[in-house]
């Protein structure tokens, strides 16, 4: 699994950048695919000036997969909310996958 991080305006803490990392493989559990080397996870983060405080941060987390893309994105005051919100966004996408592609292992 790789993960790729982009920022805009904004800067990750260090702290930051664990708590990301850990909720990232966190989502690896729903889906072994997710472990291969094939997989690719970007995360962008965007620092925005807007004129309501709680949408100031848009996060917003691709899983490219084999065969698949998924997508989930966020805006919230702080970006471990929005991380937070992505991956909850992204865990059924994820057992979907998983479902629709072990049926196609067991069938063949």
């Not at 920022?7 to 990392?21: H, I």
């Not at 889906?31 to 709680?54: G, Q």
């Amino acid at each position: 699994m790789n993960i790729l991080h982009y920022e805009e305006n904004f800067q990750y803490t260090d702290r930051e950048l664990l708590v990301l990392a850990r909720k990232l493989g966190k989502l690896a559990t729903y889906c072994r695919r997710l472990k291969d080397e094939a997989s690719v996870i970007r995360v962008n983060t965007e620092r925005r000036n807007t004129k309501k405080e709680r949408d100031q941060i848009k996060v917003t987390i691709t899983v490219e997969l084999p065969g698949k893309s998924l997508y989930a994105e966020s805006r919230r005051p702080d970006v471990i909310e929005a991380v937070d919100r992505c991956a909850e966004k992204l865990e059924p996408q994820l057992k979907k996958y998983k479902d629709k592609n072990d049926t196609k292992k067991k069938s063949s």
